[in-house]
Structures are given as C-alpha cells and as structure tokens.
C-alpha cells in the first residue's frame, strides 16, 4: 500500500511505501526532509504522477564569519577602531601634555625660534631628554593608532554593509578630531 501526500515546501504530490508513514522522507523534488503523514492526504484523482523535476531554483545562502550570531553580527571592526580612535587621541593629547612640560618655561606668545631653541636646550639636558623621547613615542604611537582606527572604522562601513554603523561613524567622528586639534595646535603657534 502507497500513502500520497503533498510536499510542505513545494506542493509537489509524493507517493511514498506506507512503511514510510510517520518517519522522516526526502522529497524528490526540492529536497527537504519532511515528516510523512501516517495515511495519505490525496485521493486518486488529487495525485498526478510525475516523474522528479530539477529542484526549483533557491536564491543562495549568504554566508557569515564563524562565531557571528545569524542576525546582525557583532560590530567588532567599528569598535576596535572607535577604541583605536579614542586612544590615538588620548595619546595625542598626553603628547601634548609632555610637549607643553618641556617647554614650560616659554610663553604662549612665543616665536618658532624660541620654541626651536627650548627644544635644542631639552636635547641638552637628561632629564628633559628622556621627557621629549618619550614625547616622541607617544607621538608615533598616537600616529599608529589614529591610522589603524581610520582603516577599521572605513573597512567596517565598506565590508558590512547591513551592520549598524553607529559605531564606525562615531570611531570617524573621534578619528576627524586629531586633525583638527593638530591644526588648532599650529595655528596657535604650539
């Protein structure tokens, strides 16, 4: 005895052994697994023999990294570089703080030739040596770090399109803002 059922996925109407009834079968024509009802759901007349067709066309699967829940994804490049772009200013600013220790004894009037000498005096002097080396450290590791979050905050907002982008465009936000406190900073003379 056959028990004929219609497919839930396709529609299509499947004929299957009645050993079958009640487990789990394999449509023939998209593939899915379903459950077999235990008597057949169609007449005689509702059944249309017909040989499998070619599954119907599914659009793709998109595909996400290992590790990323399936809806939305963790933002993880926009917060490194909001991170990035929060420490590179955090150290431009302690940059600023070494800078304007060794050069404390210059007013806020002061020529490019007195800052140009206070600085020639610093190399002089080991402990404001040590102050403008560690300056300079500060400095290229600020570099570093404003270019690392400026290159992550844009790879979030081109790679990912469908994610938020709060948090990139913040990061972006902190990133513009070294820029202009370094223009700030030339224009005032320091």
């Not at 595909?63 to 150290?91: E, K, Q």
């Not at 600085?119 to 290229?140: I, K, R």
């Amino acid at each position: 005895m056959v028990i004929q059922f219609q497919c839930l996925h396709c529609h299509q109407p499947i004929e299957i052994d009645d050993e079958v009834g009640g487990r789990p079968a394999k449509c023939p024509y998209c593939q899915s697994i379903i459950i077999a009802p235990i008597r057949s759901t169609l007449g005689e007349q509702d059944f249309r023999s017909s040989p499998p067709t070619d599954p119907p066309p599914f659009p793709p699967v998109p595909t996400r990294p290992r590790g990323l829940p399936a809806t939305g994804g963790h933002p993880r490049l926009a917060t490194a570089g909001l991170i990035f772009s929060l420490l590179s200013l955090t150290l431009f600013w302690g940059w600023n703080l070494i800078v304007s220790w060794v050069l404390r004894g210059i007013g806020p009037n002061a020529t490019a030739e007195e800052i140009q000498r206070a600085y020639w005096e610093a190399w002089n002097q080991p402990d404001l040596l040590a102050s403008l080396l560690l300056g300079c450290g500060v400095a290229l590791l600020s570099l570093a770090c404003w270019i690392t979050g400026l290159v992550m905050c844009i790879v979030s907002l081109v790679r990912h399109p469908e994610r938020p982008k709060t948090l990139a465009r913040i990061g972006l936000f902190f990133i513009a803002i070294l820029p202009i406190t370094l223009l700030l900073n030339l224009i005032m003379g320091r």
